[in-house]
DNA sequence: CGGGTTTCGTTGGGTTCCCCAACAATAACC
DNA sequence: GGTTATTGTTGGGGAACCCAACGAAACCCG
């Protein structure tokens, strides 16, 4: 039982396994990255994904980011608290919201980009562009659950 | 705001949203696969790697694993009520307790490892044995914060 | 057009994994 | 031999995920 640093351990050479480290050292350092803005990430994901959409459903948001309905009320609740995008009734269907982004939340859009960027180039520092290009790829292959 | 199955998202292409939703997709085959022998991830983890280093302490468990010493503790429980591990103080270091895997824990760890091996065979089922390779030897380089 | 089905936002309850802080007992260091 | 570090344990808490229900509104289709 001396100092072993880390065995093979079967299990840490199982995809699921290194998924689920990788990941949750990618979330660290994106979430420690945005903090310094005074973001969260999920948040961060929401106003980005309002930004590119345009006014759009909760509903809508909550599919393409696979967020929960009920994690997606507490975000946009925050999101518009902080004036970074306004919560409209949709005039073509009263059970939507229309989100859209603000001034100001483009302006911080803008920030938290950078941060987020910053933070994924030190996740995959050790990486060249092309490795990191086949990454992407392969994640992009098995991330999909069905849709 | 029609259907937009999913928008291409600048987030959805970040490695590191990528590997939260791989991670995700990965945990829930196995967790749900290992829940059909009514075991539970970490528990699967921390007996392989109990059964692999022989006995052990928790703390070297935790380090190995990357497993929260309050976890730990509940893990451990368990698994000894059980009858899966067996926790002895340790002669050498009273401060530890040895913890070593049953036959009872070997019977049961070699069922629960072929569900985990299937549940990932399913995960990476679209790619080649060779991009399976690429995507772990990557993993491997990313998912190490520090040591 | 009218009645069953679906969607939307919201509220509620629940699990898992992660991180930090303390503590007494014990070991290690110097 | 006194300080420092480690071990197991307890405590509190946060973030992400998942499922179920609900009224209101829209949709489908006979």
Redesign the pocket.
């Given at each position: 039982m001396a100092d072993t640093p880390y065995a093979p351990s079967r299990i840490r050479a199982l995809p699921s396994w290194l998924l689920?480290r990788a990941a949750?050292r990618g979330?660290?350092l994106v979430?420690d990255a945005l903090a310094a803005e005074g973001m969260?990430?999920?948040h961060h994901a929401v106003l980005s994904a309002v930004g590119e959409l345009g006014p759009v459903?909760?509903?809508?948001l909550?599919r393409t980011l696979?967020?929960?309905?009920?994690?997606?009320?507490a975000i946009?609740n925050d999101l518009q608290r902080d004036g970074l995008v306004t919560?409209t009734p949709d005039p073509h269907?009263?059970?939507?919201?229309a989100v859209e982004i603000s001034a100001d939340g483009r302006r911080r859009l803008r920030r938290t980009q950078q941060l987020g960027d910053e933070a994924n180039a030190e996740l995959t520092a050790d990486l060249t562009p092309a490795e990191r290009e086949q990454l992407v790829a392969l994640l992009t292959r098995i991330a999909l659950p069905e849709e």
């Amino acid at each position: 039982m001396a100092d072993t640093p880390y065995a093979p351990s079967r299990i840490r050479a199982l995809p699921s396994w290194l998924l689920g480290r990788a990941a949750a050292r990618g979330h660290r350092l994106v979430a420690d990255a945005l903090a310094a803005e005074g973001m969260r990430m999920m948040h961060h994901a929401v106003l980005s994904a309002v930004g590119e959409l345009g006014p759009v459903s909760q509903a809508e948001l909550g599919r393409t980011l696979r967020i929960d309905p009920k994690d997606m009320v507490a975000i946009v609740n925050d999101l518009q608290r902080d004036g970074l995008v306004t919560r409209t009734p949709d005039p073509h269907d009263r059970r939507k919201n229309a989100v859209e982004i603000s001034a100001d939340g483009r302006r911080r859009l803008r920030r938290t980009q950078q941060l987020g960027d910053e933070a994924n180039a030190e996740l995959t520092a050790d990486l060249t562009p092309a490795e990191r290009e086949q990454l992407v790829a392969l994640l992009t292959r098995i991330a999909l659950p069905e849709e």
